[in-house]
């Protein structure tokens, strides 16, 4: 694994979320009932962080609509 040198990737990284452990974070339906946590789903915020309807709940990302799950 390689470690990121450069000055300040650490504060590019604080920044960022998953949407797994965001409340506006939903799992599409599926036939079983249940889903994986690397499952897609979507934002419920209205619009999603980079436009589009799926969201990976494990990607991080930068997002103005985040809110942590209680």
Same mark, same amino acid.
């Given at each position: 694994? !390689?470690? /990121? !040198? ?15 452990? +965001? $409340? &506006? %974070? $939903?799992? %599409? ?5 249940? =889903?994986? *946590? !690397?499952? #897609?789903?979507? +934002?419920?915020?209205?619009? $999603?962080? /980079? ?5 990976? *709940? #494990? #990607? #991080? &990302?930068? +997002?103005? =609509? %985040? =809110?942590?799950? $209680?």
């Amino acid at each position: 694994m !390689q470690v /990121d !040198q450069r000055k300040g990737a650490r504060e590019a990284t604080e920044n960022l979320v998953r949407c797994g452990q +965001c $409340s &506006h %974070f $939903s799992f %599409f339906p599926n036939e079983k009932g249940h =889903n994986r *946590p !690397q499952a #897609l789903g979507r +934002c419920l915020a209205g619009a $999603s962080w /980079d436009g589009n309807r799926g969201q990976w *709940p #494990l #990607l #991080l &990302h930068p +997002c103005p =609509n %985040f =809110n942590e799950k $209680s």
